[in-house]
C-alpha cells in the first residue's frame, strides 16, 4: 500500500507532520476502478505547513483557480466496461459520489471524454494506457511517460489486460476563450 508522508515543522527542524496509507477503495461498480484524492493546496499556500489538506471538506475534487490537487487512480481494462454485467446506471451514480465535480464533466453521448478547467500533469506509474483526444489522435503511453493535459477535451483508455495506475496533480485553472 502506497503512504502519503508530509513534512513540516517542529522545533524549527524540519520533520514528518503526516504519515499515512493512502487508501484504497476500488469502486464496486467497476472492478478495478480506483480513485484517491490524496493531497491538495491552497490558491496561495503558506509555509511552514499549517496541519490541513486543503483538499478536505470540498465538494468538488476539481480545484478552483490557483488551488492543486493531487490524485491517484487507477483504471482497469476498458473490457471491465464492456462485459455483459457491467451496470453503466451504477457506475454512473458511483462517479457522483465517489468523483463530485469532475462526474458531471463526462458526456453521456461519448463515454470517458471530459473536458476539465485545469492544467494537468499525468505520470503513468504502473501499466500501459492510452490517452484519446477529440481530434481523433490516440497516444499510447508506458510507466514513466508523463503528459501535460491543458483543460482540453479527452479521454483516458486502457485497451490491456491490467489496471493502469497514474498520478495526476490537477491546477485549477481559469479557461479563457479557445483560440
Same mark, same amino acid.
Given at each position: 500500500? =502506497?503512504?502519503? !508522508?508530509? #513534512?513540516?515543522?517542529?522545533?524549527?527542524?524540519?520533520?514528518?507532520?503526516?504519515?499515512?496509507?493512502?487508501?484504497?477503495?476500488? &469502486?464496486?461498480?467497476?472492478?478495478? &476502478?480506483?480513485?484517491?484524492?490524496?493531497?491538495?493546496?491552497?490558491?496561495?499556500?503558506?509555509?511552514?505547513?499549517?496541519?490541513?489538506?486543503?483538499?478536505?471538506?470540498?465538494?468538488?475534487?476539481?480545484?478552483?483557480?490557483?488551488?492543486?490537487?493531487?490524485?491517484?487512480?487507477?483504471?482497469?481494462?476498458?473490457?471491465?466496461?464492456? %462485459?455483459?454485467? &457491467?451496470?453503466?446506471?451504477?457506475?454512473?451514480?458511483?462517479?457522483? %459520489?465517489? !468523483?463530485?465535480?469532475?462526474?458531471?464533466?463526462?458526456?453521456?453521448?461519448?463515454?470517458?471524454?471530459?473536458? #476539465?478547467?485545469?492544467?494537468?500533469?499525468?505520470?503513468? !506509474?504502473?501499466?500501459? !494506457? %492510452?490517452?484519446?483526444?477529440?481530434?481523433?489522435?490516440? +497516444? =499510447?503511453?508506458?510507466?514513466?511517460?508523463? +503528459?501535460?493535459?491543458?483543460?482540453?477535451?479527452?479521454?483516458?483508455?486502457?485497451?490491456?489486460?491490467?489496471?493502469?495506475?497514474?498520478?495526476?496533480?490537477?491546477?485549477?485553472?481559469?479557461?479563457?476563450?479557445?483560440?
Amino acid at each position: 500500500m =502506497a503512504r502519503l !508522508i508530509v #513534512t513540516s515543522h517542529k522545533d524549527g527542524k524540519s520533520s514528518v507532520g503526516l504519515e499515512q496509507s493512502i487508501p484504497v477503495m476500488p &469502486f464496486k461498480s467497476v472492478p478495478g &476502478f480506483d480513485t484517491a484524492v490524496v493531497w491538495g493546496t491552497a490558491a496561495a499556500p503558506s509555509v511552514p505547513w499549517d496541519g490541513r489538506n486543503a483538499a478536505d471538506g470540498h465538494e468538488s475534487v476539481l480545484p478552483d483557480a490557483g488551488e492543486t490537487r493531487l490524485m491517484k487512480v487507477t483504471f482497469p481494462p476498458d473490457s471491465v466496461m464492456m %462485459s455483459a454485467d &457491467f451496470d453503466p446506471a451504477a457506475a454512473g451514480a458511483e462517479y457522483m %459520489s465517489r !468523483i463530485p465535480g469532475l462526474a458531471q464533466r463526462f458526456e453521456p453521448d461519448s463515454p470517458g471524454m471530459h473536458t #476539465t478547467d485545469s492544467v494537468d500533469y499525468g505520470i503513468l !506509474i504502473e501499466g500501459e !494506457i %492510452s490517452l484519446e483526444l477529440d481530434d481523433g489522435k490516440t +497516444v =499510447a503511453l508506458k510507466p514513466g511517460d508523463v +503528459v501535460v493535459q491543458n483543460g482540453t477535451r479527452h479521454a483516458w483508455r486502457n485497451p490491456g489486460a491490467k489496471p493502469a495506475t497514474l498520478i495526476f496533480v490537477l491546477i485549477g485553472a481559469n479557461r479563457s476563450a479557445d483560440k
